[in-house]
């Protein structure tokens, strides 16, 4: 029985670091994601209200869209030597406009022969606090 | 111990909502990619969807009288809850084939479970929504499971 490949020219070791990128969302970016989404909630363009009504201290930043950065988290580090198959996150704790967030993560296993990798995953904002925690399931492209 | 939850309540576990047919259009992709900050080209292109994509596309749309006074839509897959104050949830996304401008693909929600547990300050409800995305063959595309707490 011919026994599957996973791409050799990929080495991928436990406890390697992704690399961090960080994001400073401002009201224009922020606004585009909700356009692109059709999502009005005010929390997230109407200054006033989020912090009147809702007693929020500013503009809140999108939960799905930290999450969509844990996932560019994971494809800017496997570029085309494989490809994700799942992620879990949760969004913990609000950031707002005006804060840099920075993603990041590290390799927690690592099967050679099936070339499945499971990686640990963060959005971390200014004072330190991991405020989107998430893992993710990768594959490493079969050779051939 | 007292429970929060009802018989009645619970009877909407599987309650499903009418399925959603939408088209993935370049147009849409390069969008979402920008406002992501996305830096692959594939995806500002508009040549295949980035990864989440899928919450664009089925982000509820619905009329302007349906919409509460602070821009939220009402979920009308969910009862309503003896407890409104939501609290973090969290996701779950199994990505099964790329997707691409041309695609047309279906997405079925399910209310898949209701239960309770007691927290520091008093009970708290969780509920868990599935959605599966599947393409005009029935394949499954997408399929992700969002875990919500209320207390």
């Not at chain 1, 970016?29 to 200054?47: C, K, P, S, T, W």
């Not at chain 2, 399925?19 to 692959?40: D, F, S």
């Not at chain 2, 919450?55 to 006074?69: K, R």
């Amino acid at each position: 029985m011919q026994q599957k490949q996973v791409n050799q020219q990929r080495s991928v070791s436990v406890g390697e670091a992704l690399p961090e990128r960080q994001f400073t969302p401002d009201n224009v970016q922020l606004f585009l994601y909700n356009a692109v989404l059709f999502n009005a909630h005010r929390i997230h363009f109407d200054a006033p209200y989020a912090k009147e009504v809702e007693g929020y201290p500013g503009l809140v930043i999108a939960g799905p869209m930290l999450g969509d950065w844990l996932n560019q988290c994971v494809e800017e580090w496997l570029g085309d030597d494989g490809r994700l198959v799942s992620i879990d996150y949760s969004n913990r704790q609000a950031s707002y406009i005006g804060e840099t967030l920075t993603t990041g993560g590290k390799v927690l296993a690592f099967d050679p022969t099936s070339g499945e990798i499971e990686l640990e995953l963060f959005v971390r904002n200014e004072a330190g606090d991991v405020i989107t925690p998430g893992t993710a399931v990768a594959v490493l492209n079969t050779a051939g | 111990m007292t429970s929060v939850l009802n018989d009645a309540l619970l009877a909407n576990i599987g309650r499903q909502s009418e399925p959603v047919r939408e088209l993935v259009t370049r147009r849409e992709i390069r969008k979402y990619a920008i406002a992501t900050g996305n830096r692959q080209r594939k995806y500002l292109d508009g040549d295949q969807a980035p990864p989440m994509f899928h919450v664009a596309l089925f982000w509820d749309v619905v009329e302007l009288d349906e919409l509460s006074p602070d821009g939220v839509s009402i979920d009308r897959l969910l009862p309503k809850f003896p407890l409104e104050k939501a609290m973090a949830g969290g996701l779950h996304i199994e990505y099964h084939r790329p997707v691409r401008p041309g695609d047309w693909l279906t997405a079925t929600r399910t209310l898949s479970n209701i239960y309770e547990k007691i927290g520091r300050s008093g009970p708290l409800i969780f509920y868990e929504v599935d959605m599966d995305i599947v393409d005009d063959d029935g394949n499954l595309v997408i399929r992700e499971k969002t875990t919500r707490i209320l207390r």
